[in-house]
């Protein structure tokens, strides 16, 4: 079965520079969901998105801006990258979000983007 | 706000012990409850899930009951194996219109040795 593609899935940038992660979908999935995981720490959630709209926002930098596309991809851009920035990026996707249940439509993990920053 | 409270780690059992990992919640409404695993260099993935109270998620030989009254949904198993090694991340979803995401607790790590 598909799965949440992400690429790329090593990206090493100096500090001050700017990257971009993308994020492919499960297909027929409309929601996708970034979420940054630093050394040894849990997922924090950034953002999400559902049919090309944000539907949600977490800790998600200013520097930091993301967007789903007609095909519903999704790329996040980061800029003025730090040192604090190096981590582990997950995408996720899932059906939804709406509906009384939504809250039980799984979200699927990509493998992961690692940003290192140096 | 909503959030999730794991057992702290690492825990280091022999194969064949019995495993236990309390996860508790908070959170208004009536969220839906998960637990993902993350093997060493990988993804996230799905072990199980309990969408309303009571309900009973199951897995791999993995269980964990969602249980409102203790706002508790501990995972366990009752053999554990090598290749169990991992870490194990509770986490809560609100049911809403809105499409919330997945709030995760700390993680515990799990290390099964033979």
């Known amino acids: 079965a598909a799965g949440v593609i992400q690429s790329p899935r090593h990206l090493i940038k100096e500090k001050r520079e700017t990257a971009t992660l993308k994020c492919y979908p499960i297909p027929r999935h409309d929601t996708v969901y970034w979420y940054q995981q630093g050394p040894g720490q849990d997922p924090q959630f950034l953002i999400s998105f559902y049919e090309k709209m944000q539907s949600d926002k977490g800790s998600i930098p200013d520097r930091f801006s993301a967007q789903q596309f007609s095909d519903y991809h999704s790329e996040l851009n980061m800029s003025s990258l730090e040192l604090g920035d190096s981590a582990l990026y997950f995408c996720?996707?899932?059906?939804?979000?709406?509906?009384?249940?939504?809250?039980?439509?799984?979200?699927?993990f990509g493998a992961g983007s690692r940003l290192t920053v140096l | 706000g909503n959030s999730v409270t794991q057992m702290e780690g690492p825990v280091t059992l022999s194969e064949e012990a019995f495993l236990t990992i309390n996860c508790t919640y908070t959170a208004t409404g009536y969220p839906s409850l998960f637990w993902y695993v993350q093997y060493p260099g990988e993804g996230l993935q799905l072990l199980l899930k309990a969408t309303k109270a009571d309900d009973k998620g199951s897995n791999k030989g993995f269980e964990a009951t969602y249980r409102k009254e203790t706002t508790s949904f501990h995972l366990e198993k009752g053999s554990v194996q090598v290749s169990d090694s991992a870490v194990y991340f509770c986490a809560l979803r609100k049911n809403s219109n809105s499409g919330y995401a997945l709030n995760f607790g700390k993680g515990t790590s799990l290390l099964v040795t033979p």
């Open positions: 996720a996707s899932s059906l939804g979000p709406g509906g009384p249940f939504s809250g039980a439509n799984v979200l699927t």
